[in-house]
Every structure is written in structure tokens, then in C-alpha cells.
């Protein structure tokens, strides 16, 4: 605000001294011009006075006129002969007198001429000369003395008007520039302290200002950031708390199986074998858990380190079928992949490994005894899409929006009989998202579902 109002005054003082100069100008011109002409005005009639000094009439006409134009400027009028003798003086203590004068010098070689001076007896005083011209012969001058003191005054009067006018204008700007500043800077308060409480932990904070201009859409920025900020830290205490209850949940069974041979020492090695291999089978879940747990961190930590290399999507598919395969046969389910071309895009080999076999184990785990697996590998626009479809136990609709969740499983109890954390889907989702690819599922219950995975063909090395 203060460098705004600086730049004002300048602004204000470079016009006030531009108005104030120009009006002195115009005013001192303008009576310098009507003087010029009042005293060639008389010269004619001083021509005749002097022409035919012994005509009373013209005398007698000359002074009368001549008092007249002086109360009339309210100035001195001298006429003066080519001698430089003052024939006549408006105030008359001069008549006679002899007169050496720059100005009368010039006016005798034919020159007018104005100055100004400044006397200390009569203030600001303007001096015109104007030669008296009778056929190309210069007879005489006619000689204004004219005091410019109203004149001045007028001047000042217009710059005193312009100061004040200038005062007046500041004022009134610098009050609403404090109004404007303070309408300005409410807000940014308003934000500066929202800031620092998010800053200080508390995340859902938010600024009520209106209106769509930047600080507005500053405002709105931050309150969707905030939004966000404290769905992030939800996201977060919801997985911390699914964590600990998934590992809870194989540790209380070890320890109950652990106590009741601890309780009965006489236990059948039979029964002993049994439970030992139930705590096993807990370990093993556990350590499934914490795996899934560990790929996803490294999933969120190198988000932007994808290992792209140029990899037929067909071998791929091949690849993992082949890891599966084995599985499958224990259950009587074929697996089928269907490919037409031969299809070859960046992607990270390691990663879109893990998705794939998410997926299409998902599909084994999830079909009952004697089902299929039909995988195909098209291409479609910008995509190369992997197509996994089986004729399994399906998902209800209403599961659906839920399966790319962390730990979500459709039925819990049917799910902890096959196995699995709920973490593979969300795992498999992060890693085609992070190949700026989609995934998407379509399901219907005791018919099959089918999985969508598509990446894109043209996937850079270095994104
Ligand atoms: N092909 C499928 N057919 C039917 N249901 C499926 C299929 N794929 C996934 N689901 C359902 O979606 C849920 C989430 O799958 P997800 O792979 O994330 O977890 P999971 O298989 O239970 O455990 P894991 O972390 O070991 O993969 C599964 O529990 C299952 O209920
Ligand atoms: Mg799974």
C-alpha cells in the first residue's frame, strides 16, 4: 500500500507542476498577446500626434486616450519620439525626459518587444515596446509599463487550488486503499491461520471466502486439499487398524493352539502333529500378510521408479499361465490363453508379473473344481488389453465397489477356507494405475467374472 501511495504523489506532483506551468504560460501569453495589440492600438493614434505636432486636436485626443487605455491596463503608457524623448507619460512626471532603454532601442530599428521583471517597488511588472510605423519610417515608440501582480495572484490562486485538490484526492485514495488492503489481507489472515493449524495436526480445516477471483481459488485449493489431507489420514489409521487386526487374527490361533498343548501335557502325538501343523499353516498366513504388506509399501515408496522394458505382453501371460498352471490342474481347471498377435509394449516385467498373477490365480481360487480360465491378449486403440474370464463362484453386485480395497474380502468365511489377505486386488490396481493403465472388473454371481487389465501401448522408458 505505501509503495502505491508513493507512486500516487509522484503521479500528483508530476501533474500538479505540468498544470501549474502551463496555465502560468498560457496566462502571461494571453496578456502579453492583448498587450502587444492595445499598443498598436495607440501607435496609430500617437501616429498622428506625432505626425502633425501642432494640431491641438489630435493632442488633446491623444491624451484623453491614452488616460483612458492606462486606467484601462492600469499600467504606464509613454510615448517617445526617435530622439528617445518622452513626448507624452500617462503619469506625466516624465514628459521631457530623455529615455535609454534597450527595448526602446529595438522598437526604433523596428522591433515590438516584451519583458517581465520583477521590481521590488511595484512586484511582477511587464514592459512592451511597439514601434510607431508611418510609411516604412519609424517615428516613434509607443512604451507599457503594466504591473502583472493580479495576474500572479490569479496564478497562485490556481496553484493553491491544485494543491488542495491534490490533498484531497490523497486522502481520499488513502482511505480506500486502507479499506481495499484490509479487504485484501482478511482472507490471506484467514488462510495464514487455517495453514498453520493443518500445520499443527489438525486436517480438516476450512475457510469460508466467497467469490472467484485468485484468492477465492486459493481458497478453494486449500480446502480440497484439506479434504483430502484428512480422507489420506483416515486412509491411514483404517489401514493401521486392518493391519494389526489381520495379523491379530492368525497370532490369537497359534496362541490358543499353543496353550492347549501346553495344558495337556499327555497329548496324543497324534493331536500334537495336527496342531503343530495348524500353527504352521498361521505362520505361513502371517508371513503371506506381511509380504503383501511389504509389496505395497515398496509399490507406494518407488511409485515413480518403473523398471520399463520393452516385453511381449503374450510371453508375459505365458509366463505366469505357466506358474499357475500347476495349481489349477489340482483343481481339474483349464486354463486357456487366447492370442492373435504378438503384442510388445514397455512395462515393468516385475510388477505387471505380480498383477497378473493376482488376477488369474484370484480366477483359480475363486472357480470351483472342473471350471476354466479363457485369458485373451487383444489389442484395442491405445491399448493392449488382457482379457482373464472365469465361470467361478462370481461377485455380488453389491461387492463390486469394494474388491480394489485394502483387506476387502467378499465372504470372509468362505474367503479364510481359500486363503488370502484382501490385500492382491488393491495390490494388483496400484501397479496398472501406476502404468497409467485401467483396470476394471465385470462379475455376475454363479456365473464368472472377468477381469480387464489394460496398459497402454505407448509407455515411455523414463515417465
Ligand atoms: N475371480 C474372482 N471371482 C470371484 N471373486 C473374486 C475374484 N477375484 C477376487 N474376488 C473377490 O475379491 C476379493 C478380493 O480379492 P483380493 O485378491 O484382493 O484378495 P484375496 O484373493 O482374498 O487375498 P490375496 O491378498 O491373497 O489375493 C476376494 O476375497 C474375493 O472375494
Ligand atoms: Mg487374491
Do not use: C
Not at 472467484?212 to 478453494?220: H, K, P, T, V, Y
Amino acid at each position: 500500500m505505501s509503495t502505491y501511495l508513493l507512486l500516487l504523489v509522484i503521479a500528483l506532483m508530476i501533474i500538479n507542476v505540468f498544470v501549474y506551468d502551463n496555465v502560468k504560460k498560457s496566462y502571461i501569453s494571453e496578456k502579453e498577446a492583448s498587450f502587444l495589440t492595445q499598443a498598436n492600438i495607440l501607435t496609430t493614434r500617437a501616429l498622428l500626434a506625432v505626425e502633425e505636432s501642432n494640431s491641438e486636436l489630435n493632442h488633446l485626443l491623444l491624451n484623453q486616450m491614452m488616460e483612458e487605455m492606462s486606467r484601462l491596463i492600469n499600467g504606464r503608457i509613454l510615448v517617445i519620439d526617435s530622439s528617445k524623448t518622452i513626448i507624452y507619460d500617462s503619469y506625466n512626471d516624465m514628459r521631457s525626459m530623455y529615455l535609454e532603454d534597450e527595448q526602446v532601442s529595438r522598437a526604433l530599428k523596428g522591433e515590438s518587444s516584451t519583458m517581465l521583471y520583477h521590481q521590488t517597488k511595484h512586484g511582477k511588472t511587464m514592459y512592451v515596446a511597439v514601434p510607431m510605423i508611418y510609411f516604412d519610417k519609424i517615428l516613434g515608440v509607443v512604451f507599457l509599463s503594466v504591473s502583472l501582480e493580479e495576474v500572479y495572484s490569479r496564478i497562485l490562486n490556481v496553484r493553491d487550488f491544485l494543491i488542495l485538490i491534490s490533498v484531497v484526492t490523497l486522502m481520499l485514495i488513502t482511505f480506500i486503499s486502507i479499506f481495499l488492503a484490509n479487504v485484501i489481507s482478511e482472507p490471506i489472515k484467514n488462510l495464514t491461520a487455517a495453514m498453520q493449524s493443518t500445520a499443527l495436526g489438525k486436517l480438516n480445516q476450512r475457510v469460508e471466502i466467497g467469490g472467484n477471483d485468485e484468492i477465492g481459488q486459493l481458497a478453494r485449493a486449500y480446502n480440497y486439499m484439506s479434504t483430502k489431507l484428512s480422507q489420506i489420514d483416515q486412509q491411514r489409521s483404517d489401514f493401521v487398524a486392518n493391519v494389526s487386526h489381520e495379523l491379530k487374527t492368525p497370532l490369537s490361533s497359534m496362541k490358543l493352539l499353543a496353550e492347549s498343548i501346553l495344558l495337556q501335557p499327555d497329548t496324543e502325538k497324534g493331536i500334537y502333529r495336527e496342531f503343530l501343523m495348524d500353527i504352521d499353516s498361521e505362520i505361513d498366513r502371517l508371513n503371506e500378510i506381511i509380504e503383501s504388506l511389504l509389496a505395497m509399501v515398496d509399490l507406494s515408496e518407488e511409485n515413480l521408479n518403473l523398471n520399463f522394458e520393452l516385453t511381449y505382453v503374450n510371453y508375459l501371460v505365458e509366463k505366469v499361465v505357466g506358474v499357475i498352471r500347476p495349481l489349477a490342474e489340482k483343481k481339474d481347471i483349464r486354463i486357456l490363453v487366447n492370442q492373435w498377435e504378438k503384442i510388445q509394449i514397455y512395462l515393468d516385467q516385475g510388477k505387471v508379473h505380480q498383477a497378473l498373477i493376482n488376477i488369474i490365480y484370484n480366477a483359480v481360487k475363486y472357480t470351483d473344481v472342473g471350471g476354466r480360465v479363457i485369458i485373451t491378449i487383444t489389442r484395442e486403440g491405445k491399448y493392449a488389453v488382457i482379457k482373464i474370464m472365469d465361470n467361478g463362484i462370481g461377485i455380488a453386485a453389491e461387492s463390486l465397489p469394494y474388491i480394489f480395497e485394502r483387506f476387502y474380502r467378499v465372504d470372509s468365511a468362505r474367503s479364510r477356507k481359500t486363503g488370502g489377505t484382501g490385500l492382491g486386488l488393491s495390490i494388483s490396481k496400484q501397479i496398472i494405475t501406476l502404468h497409467q493403465g485401467i483396470i476394471d472388473v465385470e462379475s455376475q454371481l454363479n456365473v464368472g467374472t472377468t477381469f480387464y487389465i489394460k496398459l497402454p501401448m505407448d509407455n515411455a522408458p523414463h515417465s
